[in-house]
């Protein structure tokens, strides 16, 4: 009988009131400013936002995959595992990526090579010291396990040869290839149409069932993360603006900016003459306002919002505002 594991009861991801620099030492922008986001095992956090408020980037700090410099830390704990991520040696670095966390990028198209087929591309991520035979069997039970119909075929197909959805399917198959605890999916589905995005969000609730792993998914669509997400993460100007279980948080948004994202999106079922749009964008890092970063956009902003910084504060169980007026707003 295999001992007990002593970091089985801990989180798998705790990322402590974490900040993330980019630019030179001292005179770096904050684009990531004190977020605190956990993960169990088999959980799925989704990480909602509009481009550009730092879901990206805290997510590949994860196994810190941005180079540094000109990427820094000053402040926070990136624990994986029981380990602190931040403190980690190079090669100890190495070791976790891909074996206890894997990503799925955006669009397959840049991230396959187009001139090597995609049994060499899965196979190249597998682990070395197995024969080519061996190999040759796992990249078969990948592809079959992403849903890849023929894959004896398909394995010695190039990347044009397959659809958007395939091809996405392959990228998924060569992140499993190590067997991650955490598959961090960045915007999956973005690239693809309704149809083969409810295929691809299926296909990652069935292998987290299967393979027990934990899921961080990336996405600013707030119905996208309702189909996988036990939890959800709003961001904002780099900072987390409201977080809570995914059911009560998409029925009872209580931060305007939350509000405004469910508004903007086409609901089935609901019938709009004309989807409300948010004003203005996102501040760059470096120009984000004093006060609630978001009140230049907020439609029940109030004079005082421009004034202290407002906290991340319980709402209810399980449910955290930046909004000190959420209580009177929440429905
Ligand atoms: S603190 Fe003020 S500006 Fe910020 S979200 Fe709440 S009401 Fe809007």
């Known amino acids: 009988m295999a001992p007990p594991d002593p970091g089985a009861s801990k989180p798998l991801l705790d990322i402590k009131n ?49 180079p540094s410099p000109p990427t820094a830390y000053p402040e926070g704990e990136i624990w994986l595992e029981g380990k602190e991520v931040l403190k980690m040696p190079p090669a100890e670095l190495r070791s976790i990526r891909g074996k206890v966390v894997s990503y799925v990028f955006q669009e397959p198209t840049a991230s396959l090579h187009p001139t090597q087929r995609i049994g060499n591309q899965i ?58 605890r955490l598959l961090v999916a960045d915007e999956p589905t973005t690239a ?27 996405t600013h669509n707030l119905e996208v993360a309702g189909e996988l997400a036990d939890y959800i ?30 508004q903007s999106m086409p609901r089935l079922g ?12 996102v501040p760059s890092a470096g120009s984000f306002p004093t006060g609630c970063r978001f009140h230049p956009r907020c439609p029940v902003a109030r004079q005082e919002c421009s004034g202290s910084p407002p906290a991340l504060d319980e709402l209810h169980p399980r449910h955290l505002s930046r909004c000190p007026f959420a209580r009177e707003t929440s429905s």
């Open 233 to 262: 993460a709003v961001m904002y100007a780099g900072q987390v603006v409201e977080w809570g279980a995914a059911r009560e948080l998409l029925e009872h948004p209580s931060h305007p900016y939350t509000c405004g994202l469910l």
């Open 270 to 281: 609901t019938v709009k003459s004309r989807l409300t749009s948010l004003p203005g964008q």
């Open 123 to 180: 196979g190249e991520s597998l682990e070395i010291h197995r024969s080519s035979r061996a190999t040759h069997e796992e990249v078969i039970h990948l592809l079959d396990q992403v849903g890849i119909p023929a894959p004896e075929t398909r394995i010695r197909h190039y990347p044009h040869q397959l659809s958007g959805g395939m091809q996405q399917r392959v990228m998924i198959a060569m992140a499993l290839a190590s067997q991650p």
């Open 18 to 66: 974490l900040s993330i620099e980019l630019g030179p030492p001292a005179r770096g922008r904050r684009v990531v400013d004190g977020v605190s986001l956990t993960i169990n095992r088999g959980e799925t956090l989704c990480l909602v936002g509009e481009s550009g408020c730092g879901k990206t980037i805290t997510a590949l700090s994860i196994a810190r995959l941005l």
């Open 192 to 218: 693809l149409d309704v149809t083969i995005q409810a295929q691809i969000l299926e296909l990652l609730r069935r292998l987290r069932q299967q393979l027990g792993m934990s899921i961080l998914m990336i």
